[in-house]
């Protein structure tokens, strides 16, 4: 039921400052100012691609107050896009999940999803202008003790066929999972995976942290724009070749984009870890 990875959302101290960060490093635009009482907020929505960035900063007591008591903020939660919102919500409330509802959109507790450290905003369908330097999200990260049980659980919960995911392992950043593709000719997923590795940044996190969101990851047809923005802005809060032709793939860190680990890579690169190589376009 699940079609696309379309935002995130991060629990900050100030959204305003938050925000220059994205305009300066990404080209994210300011499309709205509003507030979600279910979750005791005040929300700055930004544009980045066709995707969007909602920036929750607490006002009073509630769900980001109490995030960002416990980790000083960052990223709260994932946002996928649904056909039909409608028949997802009767899907979860035939399994008993409860569903809040605010502005159009379904707010979905790790608690009641019965996925630990996975928060959701379910948003319907929509055609986004652009904007910025990035294309879309389509991946979002969680960290779990038991990578197969949350991958069935996420499948049941958002009807999501197994058959379309790709088992994924890294030495190099020490980890095992899995996937989730929501559709097997796109990017757009869950990565479920269970940290193996103390000594990387993964595991430390996952030490600290326990079950959650980890990190991000968008498209871009100008990681160049991208890179030249961080050199410029944020030299010391990233990671990627700093010269040389496009990049296909670079990191930017939590420290630059107010507590958000994001990946970018080049259109269709992801491909390369993702199942289907042969997808993947060469630079021209």
Not at 154 to 161: N, P
Not at 230 to 236: D, G, M, N, S
């Amino acid at each position: 039921m699940l079609t696309q990875v379309d935002r995130v959302q991060l629990v900050v101290s100030d959204r305003t400052r938050a925000g220059v960060s994205f305009s300066k490093l990404l080209g994210a635009e300011l499309v709205r100012k509003d507030a979600i009482r279910a979750l005791g907020c005040l929300r700055s929505v930004l544009r980045v691609g066709r995707s969007e960035v909602e920036l929750l900063e607490p006002d009073g007591v509630g769900a980001a107050a109490d995030f960002l008591t416990h980790t000083r903020g960052g990223l709260f939660a994932a946002g996928f896009t649904a056909a039909d919102p409608a028949a997802l919500r009767a899907h979860l409330a035939a399994r008993a999940v409860e569903v809040a509802e605010a502005g159009g959109q379904l707010l979905l507790h790790s608690e009641a999803l019965g996925v630990p450290g996975l928060r959701a905003v379910i948003s319907p369908e929509a055609e986004l202008e652009p904007a910025g330097l990035l294309g879309h999200l389509y991946e979002v990260t969680l960290l779990t003790h038991d990578w197969k049980r949350s991958a069935e659980r996420i499948a049941e919960r958002f009807s999501l066929d197994s058959r379309s995911f790709v088992p994924i392992r890294s030495a190099e950043y020490g980890y095992e999972g899995v996937l989730t593709l929501f559709h097997p000719a796109r990017l757009d997923r869950i990565e479920v995976v269970t940290p193996s590795d103390v000594t990387k940044t993964m595991g430390r996190f996952f030490e600290r942290r326990g079950p959650s969101l980890y990190m991000c990851y968008a498209e871009s047809h100008e990681t160049a724009a991208v890179r030249a923005r961080l050199l410029e802005h944020a030299p010391e809060h990233w990671t990627g070749p700093r010269e040389g032709r496009t990049p296909d793939n670079l990191f930017v860190h939590p420290a630059a984009l107010s507590g958000l680990l994001l990946g970018v890579s080049r259109r269709t690169f992801a491909w390369t870890w993702s199942g289907s190589p042969e997808r993947v376009e060469p630079l021209g």
